[in-house]
């Protein structure tokens, strides 16, 4: 049984190929209703345009709360702006 990913992915791929159109990331991803991590499309295109079909992709839970996510990401910043402007006086 595939997941709901999975079949997401194979109902856009299907869907384009029926249509006469060669599959491609952009457009699997406007076919799609939920997004998707770009990552996981071009997985899927890859395995399809190898084995004419998508591996199963099960949905994981990020290992870190979204808020713990932003907090990193705006430190990243801070540090990456901090850098550009000691760059920019150097």
Same mark, same amino acid.
């Given at each position: 049984?595939?997941? /709901?990913? &999975? *079949?997401? %992915?194979?109902?856009?791929? !299907?869907? %384009?190929? =029926?249509?006469?159109?060669?599959?491609?990331?952009? #457009?699997?991803?406007?076919?799609?209703?939920? +997004? %998707?991590?770009? +990552?996981?499309?071009?997985k899927? %295109? *890859? =395995?399809?345009?190898? !084995?004419?079909?998508? +591996?199963?992709?099960?949905?994981?839970?990020? &290992?870190?709360?979204?808020? /713990?996510?932003?907090? *990193?990401?705006? @430190? *990243?910043?801070?540090? #990456? &702006?901090?850098r550009? /402007? @000691?760059?920019? !006086?150097?």
């Amino acid at each position: 049984m595939s997941s /709901e990913i &999975t *079949q997401a %992915l194979e109902q856009a791929i !299907n869907s %384009l190929v =029926a249509e006469g159109k060669e599959p491609s990331v952009a #457009l699997i991803k406007s076919r799609l209703a939920d +997004p %998707l991590p770009m +990552p996981l499309i071009i997985k899927a %295109l *890859q =395995a399809w345009k190898k !084995n004419a079909k998508v +591996p199963k992709i099960e949905k994981t839970e990020p &290992t870190i709360s979204m808020e /713990e996510r932003v907090k *990193q990401l705006e @430190q *990243q910043v801070a540090a #990456l &702006t901090a850098r550009i /402007e @000691q760059l920019e !006086n150097s």
